[in-house]
């Protein structure tokens, strides 16, 4: 077979096995995507640096400010913030988590949490509401340099208010 007639089959058949490929696949959803999110990005940064880059996770360099380190992320409209002393993932209305969402998300991050940081302990007196989840798994005394932990906030019935962060807060006395 020519060349000029090869090219253009290979071509088609590789876009149409990708294409087949994410339609069984499927992308994961926006909770699974933001769970995805904090195992790539929040549990490396916490062990000393990220393994992979944010742009080759496919998140989009969105920084405000100088200093700022903040990705968007397409997939879960939401955004990856690292700070000095955190990670934080968080959406805003109008694509704010609904309380569905929020539960599923919650279940997800206490799996990570147990796996990749099982000497959290989880909080039971961490409310903020009846409106609001708030899920929370920490370590070290309240307002110590040494307290961190990881938090989930969903907050999905106050309209334009709307939103989540899921965050890992490292230790001050760590230095990043």
């Known amino acids: 077979m020519k060349l000029k007639i090869l090219l253009p089959i290979c071509a088609a058949g590789l876009a149409a096995g990708l294409l087949l490929s994410r339609v069984m696949l499927g992308e994961p959803?926006?909770?699974?995507?933001?769970?995805?999110?904090?195992t790539q990005a929040c549990v490396p940064y916490y062990l000393g640096g990220l393994d992979t880059p944010p742009a080759d996770l496919g998140l989009i360099k969105t920084d405000m400010f100088p200093q700022e380190r903040r990705w968007a992320d397409p997939?879960?409209?939401?955004?990856?913030?690292?700070?000095?002393?955190?990670?934080?993932i968080s959406t805003n209305a109008p694509n704010a988590l609904?309380?569905?969402?929020?539960?599923v998300l919650a279940s997800g991050i206490?799996?990570?949490?147990?796996?990749?940081f099982p000497e959290l302990a989880f909080d039971p007196k961490a409310t903020l509401g009846d409106d609001v989840?708030?899920?929370?798994?920490?370590?070290?005394?309240?307002?110590?340099?040494?307290r961190w932990g990881v938090s989930v906030y969903v907050f999905p019935d106050r309209g334009e208010r709307s939103g989540s962060l899921v965050s890992l807060m490292i230790p001050r006395s760590s230095q990043k």
């Open 110 to 116: 206490e799996q990570v949490v147990a796996s990749e």
């Open 133 to 146: 989840l708030f899920r929370a798994w920490m370590k070290g005394q309240v307002a110590s340099p040494q």
């Open 29 to 38: 959803n926006r909770v699974e995507r933001t769970v995805q999110l904090f």
């Open 98 to 103: 609904t309380q569905a969402e929020g539960d």
């Open 75 to 88: 997939v879960s409209a939401s955004f990856l913030v690292l700070g000095e002393h955190s990670c934080t």
